[in-house]
């Protein structure tokens, strides 16, 4: 597609369920993030995947958090036994090569845990 | 730990008047920095960045950002606000001297009166 494509774009579960949320980057972005947007804040690293290196999971808050990417491709970011506190928009953006620095996000996943 | 303040959580301003919206970072060296704007219903977008060479960048939409090294202040600033600059913008600065991993400002909102 054209641009970053998130799904889905609303989520609501109950706590203690797991939640997968996808990412489809731009077609040939080697580089993929994930970042979290709680109400009123601005936005958290999660994770970063650049080609066939070891991912940056620094940004993952728990070991509840986990991120996997298809090669080049689809990322998902799957919660378990969702929190309250996990409720945000989660953010995704990639970019080109190693020297194009700009990232395109997606409009994100604004999951609900009630 | 590195951060960016974004002193101004809302800021209101008539159609056609001038804007400066402020930004300080943490970091010793000298970062890579970005502005990016959010409007509703839509993701973020990037404004300008500085890397490095003139301290004054143009960005998109009119806007502009000096980078004050002695302030560690990255402002953007528009001579002429219109309609549809309302929106939520964001200052952000590379984590750890790169731009991969971003650390976000809290966001300052910007409303404009016709």
């Known amino acids: 597609g054209a641009g970053v494509s998130q799904s889905p774009s609303n989520k609501v579960t109950e706590k203690g369920k797991d939640v997968e949320l996808r990412c489809d980057p731009i077609s040939g972005h080697t580089a993929l993030y994930w970042y979290r947007q709680r109400l009123g804040q601005g936005l958290e690293f999660l994770i970063y995947f650049q080609g066939n290196s070891a991912p940056d999971k620094s940004g993952l808050p728990s070991d509840r958090f986990s991120a996997e990417r298809t090669g080049e491709s689809v990322s998902t970011l799957t919660i378990q036994r969702t929190q309250q506190e996990d409720s945000a928009v989660y953010l995704c953006?990639?970019?080109?090569?190693?020297?194009?620095?700009?990232?395109?996000f997606g409009q994100g996943t604004r999951l609900t845990v009630v | 730990a590195q951060s960016v303040t974004q002193p101004d959580i809302h800021i209101t301003v008539s159609e056609g008047a001038s804007l400066e919206l402020r930004c300080n970072y943490s970091y010793g060296a000298t970062p890579y920095l970005f502005w990016y704007v959010q409007s509703p219903g839509q993701g973020l977008q990037l404004l300008l960045k500085y890397f490095s060479g003139d301290t004054l960048v143009q960005g998109i939409k009119g806007f502009e950002a000096e980078f004050k090294r002695s302030q560690s202040s990255f402002n953007l600033r528009k001579p002429s606000v219109h309609w549809s600059d309302a929106a939520e913008y964001f200052c952000?600065?590379?984590?750890?001297?790169?731009?991969?991993?971003?650390?976000f400002g809290a966001g300052t909102r910007l409303a404009v009166h016709p």
């Open positions: 952000a600065v590379g984590a750890d001297g790169g731009y991969n991993k971003l650390i």
């Open positions: 953006a990639s970019s080109g090569n190693p020297g194009n620095t700009e990232a395109f």
